[in-house]
């Protein structure tokens, strides 16, 4: 078996990682995505700003494996406040659909202490079945 790296050519590359793992079977593991834009900056900071960008990362790594949204199968979201998260969970729902649509997969959330970018306010994995 041989595994295809995932990276979007228009990122910069990746230092010690890649954003996107594709096995010979069509399972896509896509790293956490954090809220910064395509130039690796974060531009706000706003949880419901940095969850659009990690939404979009997450799509873009997909559509660079040949998938599309509803090829994602599952999410994993470690975010820093739960306080925020909870009182903008409407916010943050509309962002998911404009991205996503009503696809729905398996989903986790996580509150965790400290993400590595220290401006980071939201990191997202997913895992996606491609050519399903």
């Known amino acids: 078996m041989t595994n295809s790296v995932i990276n979007p050519s228009f990122w910069p590359r990746p230092k010690g990682y890649s954003n996107g793992i594709l096995t010979d079977d069509g399972l896509l593991f896509v790293a956490g995505q954090i809220g910064w834009n395509y130039s690796q900056e974060i531009e706000q900071d706003d949880l419901v700003c940095q969850t659009r960008h990690a939404l979009q990362n997450i799509l873009e790594v997909v559509k660079s494996a040949g998938g599309v949204a509803t090829d994602v199968v599952r999410l994993t979201w470690y975010l820093k406040d739960k306080k925020s998260y909870l009182s903008k969970q409407a916010e943050i729902g509309e962002v998911y659909r404009e991205i996503f649509g009503r696809h729905f997969p398996a989903m986790s959330v996580l509150i965790v202490q400290e993400l590595v ?8 994995e997913a895992t996606a079945r491609i050519g399903r």
Do not use: G, M
């Open 117 to 124: 970018e220290d401006d980071a306010l939201v990191e997202i």
